[in-house]
């Protein structure tokens, strides 16, 4: 799940826009109508669309690699069977969201073939949390409970964005990252009233995960990385709160239950302040964000990698079945 | 119990009477399970990496009905006394286990986190070869005399057949598409007609399995799964069938079972004692 827009191109000039039809394309937003794919809308409301479905679309598709990599692993039958359902929903939301980018896209001449290829090439970003490495089984848990914790806070909070088809397919992911929050919960609970080594490998996977769980969210505000998009869709009723108000929640609805579990974040400084009526917390390094989002975080090569060998290795599918298509 | 005589048994305590039977029962049982374990592993190292996003979730739902297909084989035996379904999957060495080799084959070249160079058409070949296969011996076991089996083979059945259909439409789409992929399937399919041999057979009680009616014979399980592959292929390989590796029933197995061994158990023996 991804909200945080860095490159975003939706600062295009609005060129050869009628300012009239314009006007009526905002009166629509204001009074909360629906936006659908063929309707007209501007060329900024477009762009930026593009860019958020598109990167959230890629993200599930690149954040199934880091969970996938416990699948065959997995302790159990029954948690075999049910992360494989989870990562599957995860692959499922991707081409659910990479359909409504790519009816976003038409116009363009722009293409599946385009986002993966972007992807590939680095021009299209995927989600911080999905460059990290894994190395537990306690991994699978924590992206389970808080990466998608964390996507609940995010997506919920466009539930009633002002384009249809994006609004509606966000209902259905909403729907589905509860069960995956349980599901995290669950292995998280068995960890947590395990043994001494569950334990251990639960505090140890919390302690590398808080710093991208915070990032998660994006920065407070474009000063801390240069630009951020989120004003412009708030403009467009595509989200209602910032990033901050975002993480907030999150701390809000988490901090309290890592507490209750007996475990501990590594940040000595967090509490919540009664009279600002928030927590405080000790920023995580913007600058590694920066890095990470550039495709230079730990594991960014290696998974970008993994999806270019699928891309490359099985090319021969995809001609075979186009070929059948055109009926040559 | 005698041939003939129609004897149904209803439960793990009726079928513990005669150890003759027991026996038989489990052999079957633990190739039932053991093949379907296989299978789906090698289809969730895939998760992630098929030819394109759709394929993936679909690939992923069938690969998890397969694996709860397997569960479902393991909970038969925890009847019988064998020992608890996770340990049955995790926790048995090479040579306890009677799945087919063919099913144990690695998917390709790399590993599924680093430089995986699978081949789809491996995978066609083997999944269409295998769904095959499984719908024969699932409906021959509907009218197996044990019951609780009888019972299973018939819930699996309600949605195997779909798996079936998925692997033949890829099979037919690539087969009949471009020259490449002909040939890709074709190279595939003289592999396994090397390979195959050990998936059709049911191993060292196959006479007492058919005498007790839990499954019909070698014979007739390999006549029918030819019948069927010959229909899709027009003509056979001229070649019998072989088994290359030796016999999985027999619980011969090659290094690749050792790979997958050591990856679905990494987590189970890194805590033996715990609860996960």
Request: hydrophobic residues 35%.
């Amino acid at each position: 799940m991804y909200n945080y827009l860095e490159y975003g191109s939706s600062d295009a000039p609005r060129n050869h826009e009628d300012p009239e039809q314009y006007d009526r394309f905002m009166a629509r937003i204001e009074a909360g109508e629906k936006i659908e794919a063929d309707d007209w809308m501007p060329d900024d409301y477009r762009q930026g669309l593009i860019k958020l479905i598109s990167m959230h679309g890629i993200s599930e598709i690149m954040g199934a690699l880091p969970e996938k990599e416990w699948v065959p692993k997995a302790p159990t039958l029954k948690r075999k069977l049910g992360i494989m359902a989870k990562v599957q929903d995860e692959m499922g939301h991707g081409q659910l969201l990479l359909r409504v980018a790519e009816d976003l896209m038409k116009p363009y001449g722009k293409t599946r073939k385009d986002l993966i290829e972007n992807l590939l090439s680095g021009d299209l970003k995927f989600h911080n949390v999905f460059h990290m490495p894994t190395k537990t089984w306690a991994d699978a848990g924590m992206v389970g409970w808080l990466v998608d914790g964390a996507a609940i806070i995010s997506q919920t909070n466009m539930l009633d964005a002002s384009y249809g088809p994006y609004q509606r397919a966000l209902q259905r992911i909403c729907q589905e990252e509860v069960f995956h929050a349980q599901h995290g919960e669950a292995i998280i609970m068995a960890l947590a009233e395990g043994s001494d080594h569950q334990r251990e490998i639960l505090q140890e996977s919390l302690n590398r995960w808080w710093p991208s769980l915070l990032m998660f969210f994006g920065p407070a505000s474009a000063d801390t990385t240069g630009s951020s998009k989120q004003d412009i869709m708030i403009k467009y009723k595509i989200r209602k709160s910032n990033n901050e108000e975002l993480r907030q929640a999150f701390l809000d609805k988490y901090l309290p239950r890592v507490f209750s579990l007996g475990l501990t974040v590594p940040d000595e400084t967090v509490h919540y302040d009664e009279e600002q009526g928030q927590w405080v917390y000790q920023q995580p390094d913007w600058d590694e964000f920066k890095q990470i989002i550039k495709n230079k975080g730990p594991r960014s090569k290696e998974r970008l990698r993994l999806r270019q060998i699928a891309y490359e290795n099985n090319s021969w599918v995809r001609q075979a079945l186009s070929k059948e298509v055109v009926g040559s | 119990m005698e041939r003939g005589e129609e004897k149904v048994i209803t439960s793990a305590e009726q079928a513990k009477q005669d150890p003759t039977y027991l026996q038989a029962l489990k052999e079957l049982l633990y190739q039932l399970a053991d093949d379907d374990f296989l299978v789906s592993f090698r289809g969730s190292e895939w998760l992630g990496l098929a030819p394109h996003i759709e394929e993936d979730v679909a690939f992923s739902s069938i690969t998890q009905n397969t694996m709860g297909h397997a569960l479902l084989f393991y909970q038969l035996l925890e009847e019988l006394g064998e020992g608890k379904v996770d340990v049955l999957a995790h926790d048995r060495k090479p040579s306890e286990r009677k799945n087919a080799i063919y099913l144990e084959k690695k998917n390709g070249e790399g590993h599924y986190t680093e430089e995986p160079y699978y081949d789809w058409a491996l995978t066609v070949v083997r999944n269409y070869f295998y769904e095959t296969f499984k719908k024969i011996k699932l409906e021959a076991i509907t009218k197996s005399s044990y019951q609780p089996l009888a019972n299973v083979a018939g819930k699996v059945l309600m949605e195997q057949p779909y798996h079936l259909a998925h692997w033949k439409l890829w099979f037919e789409q690539l087969y009949n598409s471009t020259d490449d992929a002909r040939a890709r399937l074709q190279t595939r399919i003289a592999e396994a007609w090397e390979e195959f041999g050990d998936v059709l057979e049911l191993g060292p009680y196959a006479t007492e399995m058919a005498h007790f009616e839990l499954m019909i014979s070698e014979v007739e399980l390999r006549d029918r799964w030819l019948e069927e592959i010959e229909l899709m292929l027009g003509t056979l390989p001229s070649r019998t069938l072989g088994k290359k590796y030796g016999s999985g029933r027999e619980g011969e197995h090659t290094s690749d079972l050792d790979q997958a061994i050591e990856i679905f158990q990494d987590v189970y023996v890194s805590d033996e004692g715990a609860v996960w």
